[in-house]
């Protein structure tokens, strides 16, 4: 891990619409380090991919509009740029990945014409050293005979594939960051596991780091090294991905973890969905957004305005924005806690690392716990 | 409670509406009054001409033609020393009976059409939406013309030639529209559990095709109105002496280099105002009837 | 040229001639729709029996019908379409070959117009939305759609050509004979007839631009920092405008519509203001040959256009056609 590459302060982006203001993303703040992977999760909706469009000021808008906060990319606000210094960093140092790889790619422009304009409009290669680029970036990504596809159009390549060419584009120029907003939802199983090996891959190989929104708990175990959990466009928790799977503070948190089906489990053990529906972001309440949904509510969380965050573990940057102390409700000792997890996380490890052909990267991260939760590949 | 619920949501729905449809600003008021105004004084043209105006539209007055606007002829008079504001207001009449009966007539039977062609895919539907492709083939206005060179000059035959007019129009829309829609999960399920063929096209998909059916109607009613003036003015429409915009225009057009221009100049800035202000409306219905296009603006 | 590319070209054909093939038997039972009979109302009720008796013949009225079709479409293939009554006796195909290039001198120009100016509205619209810009090109083309062209067509003549005399108010030159001439008097009948497809286009264009700027892949274009410049008029503007080959093909249908009023109404001797003489004269064998004649037109036309729109369209010119 290295120096600071991203550092997100208090942003504020709203969409203003004929019912009101919509506070899709309400003072976030999050970092990334050099060559680190960290997952942004959360229901849809609960901005997750709004906060990182803003990161890249491709907000529709209007409606959209980012009100407030600092982008501090190695150092500088990216808010404060004018649009055409902007467009300098968008691809060649913070590159972006859709979760549609099928409509990502313009449809009517050959796959390489799309990725020699992205190469040529960050660097002043000619035509054709941008091609022999191109070509490289698409065999670095993996994609056999990269030559005769170059010519091809979107349409006569698999979503895989796409979704490798859309990498490829981010490779291309060399860019620092790849934010990556639910690479994986549209593939296949096995694809899944393939972009995200190949994703794995950059940060490792080319010193990359990634941020990848996602609501796939099962990937965010196996790759990820932070977590930040969103909830109404407010990040309510956030962790190593380690302290996080084991020991949750936030009953939203405690929510997810548990409504995900595991593959490991030998016990039958039903999934809890979390009951409800996230609020209205145009009419928010003043107490905590999750109060409604919320199993462990107190009269504390009734009467008081909504928390904000703070410090669990210095040393796991454990922070959560919840009153409760929520290991009381489990009625456990996060010792064992921890303890059952390591157990446990040698066979997801096993299983993980099977179904995807390769070793998981870290084997640390890859925990799971028979009582909490929750690793496994979701389905 | 829930009513309660409900109701309330109808309303914003509703307030949601009336923001959208006239956020588009004054042009749209303008063109809601035009047509308010051109619709209760077609629907009243026969008070309106005895009591108001006192002037009888077919009055031949030999003796007093072109006159030029006065307390009495308050448009003047034509080559006949027939009462122009009378006309007019008798025309509009025609126009509107003409667009609204055969808009009648011509979506009742297109969105029939286009309903079982969109529902019964196979034969049916190929048939029906090879007519619907030949008859976009031929130029609309021939066709009509030709249609009505079959139906004969009458009112019911004018009306009957519009209708087929718009016949394709709806069709399409329809079959589109139920395509869309069965596609949908819900109509599904109600067949998965047996509900039969009738009662879906009825009572499911026919409902949700309200809101593109009222845009439709609404941007037919003006280019039938036009439509009719159309083949008045080629005199294969409504015959003189009876008053139609249409053959006010051809009659008054002669008299232009005259340069008596009050003969078409009158009705034809009626016609396109009307016309205009229905197009207007129909776009601005679209657009705050459609959720996609709600919100933007 | 790729098999499922052909076979769509095959297809569209097929359909075509199929159409053309239903329009021949629609426009040939025209004369037996029309209430009362044919011959006695060209000919007026007056006409002495053996006459009406002997157009009938040459008519092959007395024919069965299958066979009456068969000689009429035999004939009409070959471009013999009988001879007209309203114009004592001329032959109707030989008229309409002269008079089918005077209203493609109109067409043309203004398809042209119509497209270019058209296109070029839609898309600064939709890039400009919202704005006043937008606001009144908007109004005004909403405006346009909606006149009557008989009606814009007089105010015309009075303004621009009796008030202030800049173009003559009727006649025709053709361009071979003198070109600035015919720029002249064309300039007034191409300007009212561009109003409606000029309208259509343009508005088309501005829905699909907006649509295509909503897509995935222009935010991917963006993302990827690609030039707000090449983004709308390279990655926007190819995908908005494929689908405008299409309403241009829509626009030559209703473009016949607008040649009736404009060669009327400044005296043009081309196919509208025929069709115009055939109707007010009830010739019907003449109304029969310019429906079918520009029907045909039309289908050809965009039969054209929809092959030009698959070759834009990669999705269809180079599809396998086992369909992803």
Redesign the interface.
Known sequence: MGERLLEVKDLCTSFF???GEVKAVDHVSYYLDEQEIIAVVGESGCGKSVTQMSVMQIIQS??GKIVGGEVLYQGKDLLKLSPAEMRKIRGAEIAMIFQEPMTALNPVITVGKQLTEVIRSHSGLSKKEAWKKGVESLEAVGIPDPEARMKNYPFEMSGGMRQRVCIAIAVACNSKMIIADEPTTALDVTTQAQVMELLQELVVKYKKSVLMVTHNLGLVTRYADRIYVMYAGQVIESGTTECLMTAPKHPYTVGLLESVPSLDDDKEKALVPIEGTPPNLANMPETCPFLPRCRYAADKCRNSVKPSLRLVDEKTNHYTACYLDLDEHFGSDPETLGQEAEEAGGQARKSAAGEAGTPAKKSADVKADEQTGKEGVTL | MANDHSSNKKN?QFR?FM??FFS??I?VKISLVIAVIFIIIAVFAVPIGRFVLRQDPLAVDLANTFAKPSGEHLLGTDAYGRDILARIVYGAQMSLICSVFSCILGAAVGTLLGLVAGYYEGAVGTVIM?YV??Q???????FI??IS??T?NSLFGVILALSFGLIPNFVRLMYGLVLQLKGNDYVTATRLVGVRQAKIMFLHILPNTFPSMIVMLTMSL?SNI?LE??LS????GIRVPTPSWGNM?SEG?SY??RGE?ML??AP?IC??LV??A???LG?ALRDSLDPRL???? | MNSSYSRYIIKRIL?SV??IF??SV?VFL?MH???GDPVRTMLGGETDEAVVQAYREKLHLTEPLPVQYWLWLKNALRGDFGTSYALNGQDIGELLWQRFPITMSLAVPCILVSTILGVLLGVLSAIH??SVFD?IV??IL??M????I???G??F??VFG?KLRWFPVMGYTAPWDNFIQYLRTIAMPVTVMSFGPLSAIARQTRTNMLEVISQDYIRTARADGIAESSIKYRHALKNALIPVVTIVGIQF??L??GS??TEQIFTINGIGRT??LA??S?DYTM?QA??FI??VF??GV?LLLDILYGWLDPRIRLSSGKGE
């Open positions: 619409t004929y019912t209007p409606p | 914003t949601l923001k959208t588009r600003g042009i090879r492709d030949v976009m083939s031929i130029p609309s206005l021939i013309i030709v060179l079959i004969g003006g036009m003036s159309t003015f080629l005199n294969i225009i057009y232009i280099l221009l078409s100049f034809g016609l396109m016309v205009i229905f197009n207007i776009d709600r919100g933007k603006i | 359909v199929l159409v239903i329009i629609f025209l729709l029309i209430p939305r919202g606001q908007t109004v909403t405006a759609n909606g006149v009557p008989f009606w814009i007089i105010v003549i009075w009796l249908r209703w016949v519509g009736l009023f069709v115009m109707i007010t009830r109304i310019c429906t520009i029907s039309v289908v965009n």
